[in-house]
Structure formats: structure tokens, C-alpha cells
């Protein structure tokens, strides 16, 4: 495999050099695809290794990782080599619908970027070995951190070790959250719950009618500020305040027993790395730091739970689960803690 193309550097300092490039992968349909991401690369030491960093959720397409600096990078940049795929959806491939949360298609993405990003390093005369490999990912991010793990463990052991993966504030039952909200009929991110529909039609090719599951409201909004993938999520937020879910969903959309509805929690069960009435079949091998903050209004931290149920007693696992603040506080802590660590190897 190699980098089919590179762009110019977006940036050069003193320290990091920042490189956006493209690289090939499959879609969710298998058909060949080529995907943007960034890569980061410190100047002034040898690396300790390489991070793969799976973003949290973004809204607009010029909060992609090829053309923004994440919140993420300068965490681990001075010590590490960042890759940070786009996802299908953002960067190149602006122009298709995001398949949001679906796990094993945006691990696979991601390693795909691994692969190729490792010829672009070479060229550089960096020999970092495929073993130095870690994956650090919160909220959106950290499901896909541990998807990436299981399709790594499951599918690419002969080619890739894994030391270490650390997940922060993620859905990893994706099906739970949705329970969630209809139980509640309350959704803390309207725009979350738009994309939740829609990416995982686009993820399975459900073929779902938009008019069963968006009421007239969020129709307009969803075509507006989220399909158009020109709105920060702040912005999407004060533009949909009202968080009673059924002026946003329909009815139709908020029952399981309707044929369109089943379709789509299905889906939402595929993209889920655990369920409320199952737990995988992968048990992970490599060290797995699972962070959340009890207090999170993003992701009930009943998904870390749910994930700690299936993996009560790995000696390799370890759970971080305390009053850390709100969601976006508790990244902040997550970020840190996980820089302490990596910071001691």
C-alpha cells in the first residue's frame, strides 16, 4: 500500500511539522475510497512512537483534522507521531454523508491511514516500527479507539502491535444511548441524534425515508446547518436548544416496533462494540484505559459501565470512572492523565 498523494505542509515551527495527506481505504459499500488526514511529526526528537487519534465529533468540514488543529494534538505532538484520519465524510470527501459512529468502518479507515502513513515516514528516514502503535480517542473518539483495537487484535495481529489504546467519555453502545432518549424524551445534542439517523443509514444502506424520522423542524435544521457541514457544533447548539426529543424525532422514529424504526436500531446495534443484552466476543489483549466522568451530560456513563460488565476482571484493563466534571471538562482531565502516562514510558 501506498500514499497515493500528498498535500503541502499546513505548517512549520520550531517543533511539529504538520502534514496533510491522502491515503486509500474502502468505503462502506467496499469499493476503493481515498481519505484525508493529518499527520504530525515532532523535529526536534526521536519519537517514542506513534499515536492513532480517532477525533470526537465535529460538525463542520473545516474542523477536519486535514485542515484543523484538534484539541487532541498538541497533547502528545512534542513526543509522538500523530496520524488523524478525517473520517469518510469531512476532508476529501466532504461531499458524502458522515456514517457517524460506525465502528468497524472507521477502524479500519483509521488503519488503513496507519499503513500508509508509514511509507511517508520512511521516506522522511523516521524507522518507526508498526509495534509502536498506540490509539487514543475521546467521546466519538473513544468508540472508535476501541473498535480500533478489537479490528486490529481481530484482523491485524500478524502486521500490527498494539501497546496500548485509551478511551475516554465514548458511546461504545450506541443502541443504549438511543434507548436512552426515548426513555427520557430528552437528548442533550439534537444535531447528534440527526447525524446518529442518518449516518447509520449511509453506514448499512438502510435505505430509511428522512420524513418517518425528522419532524418538519428538524428537517429543515438537519438540511441546514448539519447536512451542510458549515456549522460548528456550538453553533448547531444554540440553533436547536430545545431538547425534548419529540420535536425533533416523530413518532414513528421513536418506536422500535415500526419496520423503518427496527432497521435503524439494528444498525445502531452493529455500531455498538457492546449491548445491553451482549457483550463481543474479542476480549481485549493489549492495555485498555477506559475514562468517563460520571457526571458526563454527553454520554451517560452507563456506556463506560456497560463496557465494564463485559470486562470486569482483565488485570490488562483498567477503568477510570469518577466525578470529573461535565463532558467537555472531563476531556480536558482525560487528555492529561493520558499525557502523564505516556509521558512515563
Not at 5 to 27: F, G, I, Q, R
Not at 138 to 145: C, K, M, P, V
Not at 241 to 265: E, F, I, S
Request: proline share 6%.
Amino acid at each position: 500500500m501506498v500514499v497515493m498523494a500528498c498535500c503541502m505542509p499546513l505548517m512549520l515551527c520550531a517543533e511539529v511539522w504538520e502534514h496533510a495527506m491522502l491515503y486509500p481505504s474502502v468505503d462502506q459499500y467496499g469499493d476503493n475510497i481515498t481519505l484525508s488526514g493529518k499527520v504530525c511529526v515532532p523535529l526536534d526528537k526521536q519519537p517514542k512512537g506513534i499515536i492513532l487519534i480517532p477525533h470526537y465529533t465535529i460538525t463542520a468540514n473545516e474542523q477536519a483534522p486535514s485542515i484543523h488543529v484538534t484539541a487532541d494534538a498538541p497533547y502528545f505532538w512534542e513526543d509522538f507521531v500523530l496520524l488523524m484520519p478525517d473520517y469518510i465524510g469531512y476532508g476529501v470527501t466532504s461531499d458524502r454523508v458522515h456514517p457517524y459512529l460506525a465502528g468497524e468502518l472507521t477502524a479500519r479507515n483509521g488503519i488503513d491511514m496507519v499503513f500508509a502513513a508509514q511509507h511517508l515516514l520512511d521516506s522522511m528516514d523516521l524507522k518507526i516500527p508498526l509495534d509502536s502503535l498506540y490509539i487514543f480517542g475521546y467521546s466519538q473518539g473513544g468508540a472508535s479507539a476501541v473498535w480500533t483495537m478489537r479490528v486490529i487484535e481481530e484482523q491485524y495481529a500478524d502486521r500490527l502491535h498494539l501497546k496500548g489504546c485509551y478511551a475516554g467519555g465514548g458511546p461504545y453502545d450506541v443502541a443504549w444511548t438511543y434507548d436512552d432518549a426515548v426513555a427520557t424524551g430528552r437528548v442533550t445534542l439534537p444535531a447528534a441524534i440527526a447525524m446518529l439517523v442518518m449516518g447509520t443509514d449511509a453506514a448499512y444502506d438502510l435505505h430509511l425515508n428522512r420524513a418517518d424520522f425528522f419532524t418538519r423542524s428538524m428537517e429543515k435544521k438537519y438540511m441546514k446547518y448539519i447536512a451542510s457541514k458549515k456549522y460548528d457544533g456550538l453553533t448547531i447548539y444554540f440553533k436547536m436548544p430545545n431538547h425534548r426529543l419529540k420535536h425533533w424525532l416523530t413518532a414513528v422514529g421513536r418506536d422500535k416496533t415500526q419496520p423503518q424504526t427496527k432497521r435503524l436500531y439494528e444498525g445502531l446495534q452493529r455500531s455498538s462494540i457492546v449491548t445491553a443484552d451482549s457483550c463481543p466476543s474479542w476480549t481485549p489483549q493489549a492495555p485498555l484505559y477506559v475514562f468517563h466522568s460520571n457526571k458526563d451530560n454527553i454520554v451517560p456513563v452507563q456506556c463506560a459501565e456497560q463496557l465494564q460488565r463485559c470486562y470486569p476482571d482483565l488485570p490488562n484493563v483498567t477503568y477510570d470512572i469518577g466525578n470529573y466534571g461535565n463532558h467537555i471538562q472531563a476531556s480536558a482531565e482525560f487528555r492529561k492523565r493520558v499525557r502523564e502516562m505516556l509521558n512515563a514510558l
